[in-house]
């Protein structure tokens, strides 16, 4: 299984970006997919993670510091789960990665597979 992640980029504080992730296998396999982020020298952090209950409904949550500002979905025609960040800070350069788990995904060891990460870089 692979993940692809796509959509990172630079932009100046209050820009917006889009993150993608396709997996190459349907992502209802999943329970769990989940977008992580690692700035350098910091720990590795949820940022927001999409718990989906069979093909129509899904539940989500975030981190504190992106709550109102970031948005993850999913778009059942593309087999993607998108991460739409608004409002950017400074403090949202990391790296981004997609992860997907057949559990709740509470924490990282849960995550069965890993993207291979794409950059965001927010300038003030």
């Known amino acids: 299984v692979q993940l692809q992640a796509s959509g990172g980029g630079s932009v100046q504080a209050g820009g917006s970006l889009r993150l993608s992730c396709a997996p190459s296998?349907?992502?209802?396999?999943?329970?769990?997919m989940g977008w992580y982020r690692q700035a350098p020298g910091k720990e590795r952090e949820l940022v927001a993670r999409?718990?989906?209950?069979?093909?129509?409904?899904?539940?989500?949550d975030y981190a504190d510091s992106v709550k109102g500002r970031f948005t993850i979905s999913r778009d059942n025609a593309k087999n993607t789960v998108d991460l739409q960040m608004n409002s950017l800070k400074p403090e949202d350069t990391a790296v981004y990665y997609c992860?997907?788990?057949?559990?709740?995904?509470?924490?990282?060891?849960?995550?069965?597979?890993w993207g291979q990460g794409t950059q965001v870089t927010v300038s003030s």
């Open positions: 296998i349907d992502f209802f396999t999943f329970h769990t």
């Open positions: 999409l718990i989906s209950f069979g093909t129509t409904k899904y539940s989500d």
């Open positions: 992860a997907a788990t057949y559990g709740l995904g509470y924490r990282d060891y849960e995550y069965n597979y």
